[in-house]
């Protein structure tokens, strides 16, 4: 039945006699299914992006929404970028940057709503790291989320995050430096009450 629709667009052309069967040689090798290989690559990094996008805002919800306008874009391209050397790098980078945007907005939201309090610890009294990782700007966070949490090389952060590895290693200095602090502050605060 498949053959009958297929000879009707090719005007006949689809049907075959017993001599055009056979054997040519060996068959070429005919190219992956496009569209079989997105969704294995989406299966595998999904939630891995959405893990990184979730370190980096803090909202589940808008976390997989981020992901997946980010895989969105990447299927609107797929045959050129499944052709890079690494695909997830790129994905990863649309991701962080709407993250990135996303995080700024509700960050200018959230100014002109209140005043910025300094981070509070959890209900054990123990201060909570991912929210300090909130107080960091968006391209440190980013920075940690990707090299400690996701151990990726700087190398692979200063490509995710399109810039250089200079800047990479000062994001996470500074970095470091205020969770220092902010960690710091919290255990004070704990330790004074």
Known sequence: MAYE?????????ATMSQDSLRPLGPLPK???????????????????????????????????ELSQEAFIQLFRHW????????????????????????????????????QTVAPQSDADGRFDVLEALRELSMKQRAAI???????????????????????VKSHLH???????LLLAHGEEGHHGE
């Open 5 to 13: 629709s297929v000879d009707r667009e090719l005007g006949g052309a």
């Open 79 to 114: 045959k050129k970028v499944s052709a890079y050397e690494r695909p997830e790098a790129w994905v990863r980078r649309v991701a962080i940057r709407l993250a990135t945007r996303h995080a700024r907005r509700e960050r200018t939201r959230s100014e002109l709503e209140r």
């Open 30 to 64: 005919l190219p992956a299914d496009p569209l079989a290989e997105y969704s294995v690559f989406f299966g595998r990094e999904f939630p891995r992006v959405v893990r990184s996008v979730y370190l980096i805002i803090r909202d589940s919800g808008r976390a997989e």
């Open 145 to 167: 989320v990707l090299h400690y949490y996701e151990d990726r090389p700087v190398d692979e952060v200063a490509e995710i995050l399109d810039c250089s590895e200079n800047t």
């Open 174 to 180: 500074r970095g470091r430096a205020s969770l220092r």
